[in-house]
């Protein structure tokens, strides 16, 4: 039983305790009598119940680079983020765009503490030349399909893509990147680029890839998904779109509504993310674009790497940063936005979008599977990298204070993180 908190779910939001049974929600009132003997009674008082959350956009790393993560360590981090559903990216070593990956990677999340759903890669090897079998990946439950860490460059495989998703009734996922407008480029193109004497990055590059696939989308029908975008002109763009009737949806990272390329100041590679970190005229784009249903989704874009790696010089280390313990803190400290906003960004919208509404994000009901997470919304907190669940540190919000912190993650049922504290 979940005990003294108030639910908040697409249904609203109302004062009730949860009893779950076999793995299903079997009661939500506001007063229950006698439980069955031997429950486990998880105390809510001043908590927020909600659907556990789903995050469209996290790097696992195993198979083959297991060194910096893997689907277990991975996993663990997730619970105590509150997420009950990831979709894992599929740049791994091999890359997964193969039925035999993608089953290694579900044989491998069987025993994880939260839902692994592999995506699967749009092209082979995601090199861009040649499309991948998705009907085989999509037989074995594959529904978001994406060659992340490199956008798809050729404009008519590209079209190809979009028009066989279309006939597996699948998702086609961009990383929006114009490689021969962005390449050399190390952080966003700007003031603070050209002080530092990094080689930048455009913000034309992201918006290039994102005005073809919008035209694609446009010629095919297919749906598409933006990957974490993070420049005001592709915001405005994807707006545009979806007032025209285009099936598009979009996310965006937390670090692109936290964090300006003048923390790069520091050349400490920790700040350096693939799409950049942009300016502060990019940050209050992204957080009216959460605000007013441009972006459908706060995705965590969670890229873990090891010590040596991020300490290389910045212009040779690898872009990506931490996400999955942090991202909820940080969405409720720094977002004006009502927590049920919030919630909805990060449970029941990305839930719909990957195409996992049957058992993630939906209402907390009567009949419903039971994962669910326990957030307490006023508790402040430190965020301290080397208590991370992650096989990794490489998070740029080391000593930051934040407000909200999941205490417990329900599992189908079974508690995986209770009292902050991952259960095994």
């Known amino acids: 039983m979940i005990r003294g908190g108030r639910i908040v779910d697409p249904g609203g939001s109302h004062p009730a305790d949860v009893l779950i049974q076999d793995g299903v929600i079997t009661s939500v009132t506001a007063t229950v009598g006698s439980v069955p003997a031997g429950t486990v009674v998880l105390d809510a008082?001043?908590?927020?119940?909600?659907?556990?959350?789903?995050?469209?956009?996290?790097?696992?790393?195993?198979?083959?680079?297991?060194?910096?993560?893997?689907?277990e360590t991975g996993s663990r981090a997730a619970a105590l983020g509150g997420y009950t559903?990831?979709?894992?990216?599929?740049?791994?070593?091999?890359?997964?765009?193969?039925?035999?990956?993608?089953?290694?990677?579900?044989?491998?999340?069987?025993?994880?503490l939260c839902d692994v759903h592999p995506a699967g890669a749009i092209t082979v090897g995601r090199e861009g030349r040649m499309l991948a079998p998705m009907a085989e990946m999509a037989a074995l439950g594959v529904r978001i399909?994406?060659?992340d860490g490199s956008g798809v460059q050729d404009s008519r495989l590209m079209r190809?893509?979009?028009?066989?998703?279309?006939?597996?009734?699948?998702?086609?996922?961009?990383?929006?990147?114009?490689?021969?407008?962005?390449?050399?480029?190390?952080?966003?193109?700007?003031?603070?680029?050209?002080?530092?004497?990094?080689?930048?990055?455009?913000?034309?590059?992201?918006?290039?890839m994102v005005m073809r696939d919008l035209a694609l989308a446009r010629l095919t029908g297919a749906k598409m998904h933006?990957?974490?975008?993070?420049?005001?002109?592709?915001?405005?763009?994807?707006?545009?779109?979806?007032?025209?009737?285009?099936?598009?949806?979009?996310?965006?990272?937390?670090?692109?509504?936290?964090?300006?390329?003048?923390?790069?100041?520091?050349?400490?590679?920790?700040?350096?993310?693939?799409p950049p970190l942009r300016t502060a005229g990019d940050i209050e784009a992204v957080?009216?674009?959460?605000?007013?249903?441009?972006?459908?989704?706060?995705?965590?874009?969670h890229a873990p790497h090891t010590a040596e790696a991020k300490e290389a010089p910045f212009d040779?280390?690898?872009?990506?940063?931490?996400?999955?313990?942090?991202?909820?803190?940080?969405?409720?400290?720094?977002?004006?936005?009502?927590?049920?906003?919030?919630?909805?960004?990060?449970?029941?919208?990305?839930?719909?979008?990957a195409g996992l509404s049957a058992g993630h994000g939906g209402p907390v009901e009567a009949g419903r599977p039971a994962n669910l997470c326990v957030v307490d919304p006023d508790e402040m907190w430190t965020?301290?990298?080397?208590?991370?669940?992650?096989?990794?540190?490489?998070?740029?919000?080391?000593?930051?204070?934040?407000?909200?912190?999941?205490?417990?993650?329900?599992?189908?049922?079974?508690?995986?993180?209770?009292?902050?504290?991952?259960?095994?």
Not at 88 to 112: C, F, K, W, Y
Not at 251 to 264: I, R
């Open 45 to 71: 008082s001043g908590c927020l119940v909600t659907p556990g959350l789903v995050d469209l956009h996290t790097h696992l790393r195993e198979p083959g680079r297991e060194e910096a993560e893997t689907v």
């Open 85 to 112: 559903a990831v979709v894992a990216m599929p740049n791994t070593e091999p890359a997964m765009d193969s039925a035999a990956v993608i089953r290694q990677v579900q044989h491998l999340g069987a025993s994880a």
């Open 145 to 147: 399909f994406t060659d």
């Open 160 to 208: 190809r893509a979009m028009e066989y998703a279309s006939a597996l009734g699948v998702t086609l996922a961009q990383h929006c990147e114009d490689a021969s407008l962005a390449g050399g480029g190390h952080m966003h193109e700007g003031e603070w680029s050209s002080r530092l004497g990094l080689a930048g990055q455009p913000a034309e590059a992201e918006e290039l």
């Open 226 to 274: 933006f990957l974490h975008l993070s420049t005001a002109r592709s915001l405005a763009m994807i707006r545009g779109a979806k007032h025209s009737g285009l099936a598009v949806t979009a996310e965006v990272a937390p670090h692109h509504f936290t964090l300006t390329d003048e923390c790069v100041a520091t050349y400490d590679s920790v700040y350096k993310v693939n």
């Open 287 to 301: 957080k009216e674009a959460l605000a007013d249903g441009t972006a459908d989704a706060i995705a965590t874009d």
């Open 316 to 353: 040779q280390a690898p872009p990506g940063m931490l996400g999955l313990e942090t991202a909820l803190g940080l969405a409720l400290t720094e977002l004006d936005l009502p927590a049920e906003r919030v919630f909805a960004l990060m449970s029941w919208q990305p839930a719909a979008i």
């Open 383 to 424: 965020v301290d990298p080397s208590a991370s669940a992650s096989r990794s540190r490489n998070n740029p919000y080391a000593g930051r204070k934040l407000r909200g912190r999941v205490r417990h993650t329900v599992l189908h049922g079974e508690p995986v993180v209770i009292d902050g504290e991952a259960q095994r």
